[in-house]
C-alpha cells in the first residue's frame, strides 16, 4: 500500500522538555459529530480532532443534509445542526469514510434504522478491514446489509428499515461494535441490550445521556430503551486529549535519558488507560494530577521522566485497554531490561494494518528481539536499536509514530515509508515532536 509520506527519525541529541497538548480525543471527536448530527437544536464542540478520520465522519453528515459551522482555522472548535433522529437525508452519492473504521462501523448502525439507502467505502486499507462482527448483529435486529464476501468487507450497501430491539451477545469486546448496536437502538422497535465478554470503552454509554438519552448497566448488559428522540446539550461539549496520541510522547519520555514531559488534559477514562497501567509496572516515572473531569470524561495532568524500563507480563485486564497503544508499547518493550510477554492480543491483527505483524518486522529490523506469536509477541528487551533502516508502515499512523519514538534509541537513522496517514489522527505530531526535542523530520519531496 503506497500512501506517500516519508519521516526521517533519528537519536535523541539531548533529553526532551517541554509541554505536550495532544489533539482531541479520536474516538470521542467521531461521537460527538454523530450524537449532534441526529440530535434536535445546535450542538457546540470543543477540542475536537481535526485529524483526516474524523473530517470524513463530518463529511458524511454534510452529505446527508447536516449543517457543521466551523468556528475556528483549525477546525477544534464547531457548531452542529441537529437534524434529528429522522432528519437525515438519502446521500446523493457514496459515502466515503477514507480510512475510518470506527466511522463506518457506528455509522453502520445508525444508516440501518434510516429510511434510505446508502452505500459505505473506504480506503484500500479499510476496504480489508473484517465488518461482518457488525453486520451480522445489526442482521439479527433486521437490518437489511449487503457487501463484499456476504457484507464481510467493503463497500457496505444498506438498506435501512425498521428495526427490533434485541440482547446481542458480542463474542468478541468491541468497543466499536457495542456502540453500533446501541446507536442502531435508537431506531429500534424495543429494548437493546448489548452484552460483552469483558468491558470496553464507553465513550458512547457516557455521551448518549448528555443527548437525553438513558443508558444503563444490568448485571453484563449494557442498556438502551430508546425514547425516540436526541437533544442538544444546552452547555458546549468539550473533548479531552487522545491518550492514544500522548502514549507516543509518554514512551519517548520514559526512554531518553534525563527527559521530562508535562502532557495536558489527558483521558484517564479507566477503559482507556490500560498503557499508563502498562508503563507503570514496567516502572516508568509517571506523576498524575487529576483534573476536574472534561464532559462527562475524566482527565489528568500527566508528568514523565527518563528512566529505567523493565520488561513485564501483560496482565490481561489491561490489553483491551491499551489495544491501541501497543504499537508505541512494544517500542518501549523493546528497549526495556527483560522479557515482555503479551498474550490475549488478536484484536490488534485487525486495525489500521495487521499491527503485530507490522511492528515485529519493523522493530526485527531496526535490532530487536522479538517473537511473534498469534495473539502476541514475546521481546526481550536491549539497551539501544541498531537502527540503520528503511521499514514501511503499511499506511498505519501508530507505526509510523512508533518507529520515529524507536528512533530516538537508534544507534543509526530510521526511515519509515507510508507515514502520511499520520495526518488521520495527530496532524502536527511531528511538529510538536521537534518542539520537545525529538530527532524526527519529514523527508522533502
Not at 335 to 351: N, P
Request: with cysteine; net charge negative.
Amino acid at each position: 500500500m503506497n500512501i506517500g509520506g516519508t519521516l526521517i527519525a533519528g537519536a535523541a541529541t539531548q533529553p526532551l522538555r517541554g509541554e505536550i497538548t495532544v489533539p482531541g480525543d479520536k474516538s470521542i471527536s467521531h461521537r460527538s459529530i454523530m450524537l449532534a448530527a441526529l440530535a434536535d437544536g445546535i450542538t457546540e464542540i470543543h477540542g475536537f480532532l481535526p485529524g483526516q478520520d474524523n473530517l470524513a465522519t463530518a463529511r458524511i453528515f454534510e452529505c446527508m443534509g447536516v449543517a457543521i459551522q466551523w468556528l475556528n482555522a483549525e477546525k477544534t472548535s464547531l457548531q452542529v445542526h441537529g437534524v434529528g433522529l429522522h432528519g437525515l437525508q438519502e446521500p446523493m452519492m457514496v459515502l466515503d469514510a477514507g480510512n475510518a473504521g470506527t466511522c463506518v462501523r457506528l455509522l453502520s448502525g445508525i444508516l440501518a434504522g434510516q429510511s434510505f439507502h446508502s452505500v459505505l467505502v473506504g480506503d484500500e486499507s479499510l476496504h480489508r478491514r473484517p465488518m461482518l462482527r457488525v453486520v451480522e448483529l445489526l442482521r439479527k435486529a433486521g437490518a437489511c446489509i449487503d457487501g463484499r464476501e456476504q457484507g464481510a468487507y467493503l463497500p457496505l450497501a444498506i438498506r435501512g428499515q425498521s428495526l427490533h430491539g434485541m440482547t446481542h451477545v458480542m463474542r468478541v469486546a468491541s468497543a466499536q461494535v457495542k456502540s453500533c448496536l446501541l446507536l442502531a437502538g435508537l431506531y429500534a422497535k424495543g429494548e437493546t441490550r448489548v452484552r460483552e465478554p469483558r468491558p470496553t470503552r464507553d465513550h458512547t454509554e457516557r455521551m448518549l445521556p448528555l443527548f437525553g438519552q438513558a443508558v444503563w448497566k444490568d448485571g453484563h448488559d449494557i442498556v438502551l430503551q430508546p425514547i425516540g428522540s436526541l437533544q442538544a446539550p444546552a452547555l458546549p461539549i468539550h473533548i479531552p486529549a487522545d491518550p492514544s496520541s500522548a502514549v507516543f510522547f509518554a514512551v519517548a519520555g520514559a526512554l531518553v535519558d534525563g527527559s521530562s514531559l508535562n502532557l495536558g488534559t489527558v483521558g484517564i477514562n479507566p477503559r482507556r488507560d490500560g498503557w499508563r497501567r502498562v508503563l507503570e509496572a514496567m516502572q516508568a516515572n509517571i506523576e498524575v494530577s487529576a483534573c476536574p473531569n472534561v464532559g462527562e470524561e475524566p482527565v489528568a495532568e500527566i508528568k514523565i521522566s527518563g528512566s529505567v524500563l523493565h520488561g513485564i507480563t501483560v496482565a490481561a485486564t489491561d490489553v483491551p485497554d491499551a489495544i491501541d497503544e501497543f504499537p508505541a508499547l512494544f517500542v518501549a518493550a523493546a528497549l526495556a531490561e527483560g522479557d515482555f510477554v503479551l498474550v490475549g492480543a488478536e484484536e490488534l491483527r485487525v486495525k489500521e494494518s495487521d499491527r503485530i505483524a507490522s511492528m515485529v518486522a519493523a522493530l526485527r529490523a531496526a535490532g530487536a528481539d522479538i517473537e511473534e506469536h498469534p495473539d502476541g509477541v514475546h521481546i526481550r528487551g536491549c539497551a539501544r536499536l541498531a537502527g540503520g533502516v528503511a521499514i514501511d508502515a503499511h499506511g498505519d499512523h501508530r507505526i509510523a509514530m512508533a518507529m520515529a519514538v524507536a528512533a530516538q534509541c537508534a544507534d543509526a537513522p530510521i526511515t519509515v515509508y507510508n507515514a502520511a496517514a499520520i495526518a488521520t489522527s495527530f496532524p502536527d505530531f511531528v511538529a510538536q515532536a521537534q518542539a520537545v526535542g525529538m530527532n524526527i523530520k519529514w523527508q522533502e519531496t
